[in-house]
């Protein structure tokens, strides 16, 4: 086979009507193409932003710690203890009892006092307002304004008998597709109010000396008598006993850290959307001649099997070889799939479709641009012997209209 099919489609224009537009000096029982070289698209991956970033606050309470402290709750004084008087008795007659006196303890008094404290330190709390969002989108063109070539029908009022005459082309215009992708939108983003917390005091009572101990004298008279005199050798006194002070442990709540907040931010959020772009523009080349027998339906002798529409790998080789080289020259190709008459008409129509489709499938995994392509399902109506529902045959007559097909076709 010639590889002369540089990415054509089937233009075969009216003798009459453009006789000036065919090939030179053509040869009887040969056949030929005037090439259209199609458009070349390529995919290319476009990143939007769906979901814009924003920052999501963490508040943390305040921290306290529990201290003690030792205060004094009563002050330290003093008691006096009385130490009476010493006599002795002498054998002489003298004052029987000298004047004297004699002291007497007045006790001292105490008092309260109350003291007041800081129990717990003044603070702050944080509520955290949450980022608001809005809805938003964008249209993404994800394949743009195209034409395909289109030949008209043959006017009515042609008075040629050839059926190629009297037509003309039309460069019809494919409008482009878009696709509009939803987002969501940073609104407000996320923040905290601050409030007070009040501490409070708390009170103690403290016993303090409101007076001092004392002490009172009392006299005596003297008494004189000639007898025996008792005799006063040491005075009466007073003896100090120091009082300590009494002392008591308490506990208060200190503030270490105020309530404090951490900003954590939450990233962006992308999605990629793939879109066709026009690498090269296409259009019509010179005449080409082509077998003939690529215009009629050729045989792809893929062995389904019974209800299936999964390729073998012996189906993929007989596709790599007879097929994908020709439509790598970039033609443009039906591909027809075609099943026995045994089961309903909608299951085999089904049926014929899912195989033409795999073909479809495994040739752009392969690298063909889906332009290039169309797969066909005809299921049981072209039948190629008597087979039809109803009539008994054999496998092999029924595994003749379990076939796959494939030809050249008009842009």
């Known amino acids: 086979m010639r590889k002369l099919l540089f990415s054509i489609t089937l233009l075969v224009f009216g003798a009459s009507a453009y006789a ?15 090439c259209k070289t199609p458009d070349v698209w390529k995919n290319q991956d476009v990143t939007i932003e769906t979901q814009a970033a924003y920052k999501k606050i963490v508040t943390h309470p305040a921290e306290y710690k529990t201290e003690t402290e030792r205060v004094l709750v009563k002050e330290a004084s003093k008691q006096l203890k009385l ?18 006196y004699k002291l007497e303890v007045v006790p001292g008094s105490f008092g309260s006092e109350t003291l007041t404290y800081t129990a717990k330190d003044d603070a702050n709390k944080l509520k955290v307002i949450p980022a608001t969002f809005r809805s938003d989108s964008q249209t993404i063109e994800v394949k743009p304004a195209t034409a395909v070539w289109q030949m008209s ?50 009170t103690y009572k403290k016993t303090v000396v409101a007076k001092e101990p004392t002490t009172k004298r009392i006299e005596i008279p003297e008494i004189t008598k000639v007898v025996k005199k008792t005799v006063m050798v040491t005075p009466p006194s007073t003896r100090v006993i120091d009082i300590p002070a009494e002392y008591s442990t308490i506990k208060k709540t200190v503030l270490v850290k105020d309530a404090w907040e951490e900003a954590v931010t939450v990233p962006s959020q992308f999605k990629t959307v793939t879109k066709e772009v026009l690498v090269t523009k296409g259009g019509l080349t010179t ?18 099997n019974l209800g299936s529409a999964t390729l073998t790998p012996a189906a993929k080789n007989i596709i790599d070889t007879r097929l994908l080289p020709i439509l790598k020259t970039g033609v443009k190709a039906e591909i027809a ?27 752009m995994a392969k690298g063909v641009n889906s332009s290039q392509l169309i797969a066909k399902g005809y ?28 030809r050249v076709i008009n842009q």
């Open 379 to 406: 299921g049981e109506t072209r039948l190629t012997n008597r087979c039809a529902d109803g009539v008994t045959c054999t496998e092999r007559e029924h595994l003749a209209n379990r076939r796959t097909e494939f």
């Open 83 to 100: 130490v009476p008087a010493v006599y002795e008795t002498r054998d002489v007659i003298v004052t029987v009892k000298e004047a004297s």
């Open 20 to 34: 000036q537009d065919l090939p030179t000096n053509p040869e009887p029982g040969k056949c030929y193409v005037r």
């Open 153 to 202: 029908d043959k006017a009515p009022d042609c008075e040629s008998s050839n059926p190629d005459d009297c037509r003309y082309w039309c460069y019809k215009p494919i409008a482009a597709e878009f696709v509009t992708i939803p987002q969501t939108k940073l609104d407000v983003d996320a923040h905290t109010v601050k409030s007070e917390v009040p501490g409070f005091d708390k």
């Open 287 to 304: 005449w080409k001649e082509v077998e003939c027998e690529l215009l009629e339906y050729s045989p792809l002798p893929i062995n389904w």
């Open 337 to 363: 799939s075609h099943t026995d008459a045994r089961g309903s008409n909608s299951s085999n129509q089904d049926l014929s479709d899912r195989r033409a489709q795999a073909v479809v499938n495994y040739l």
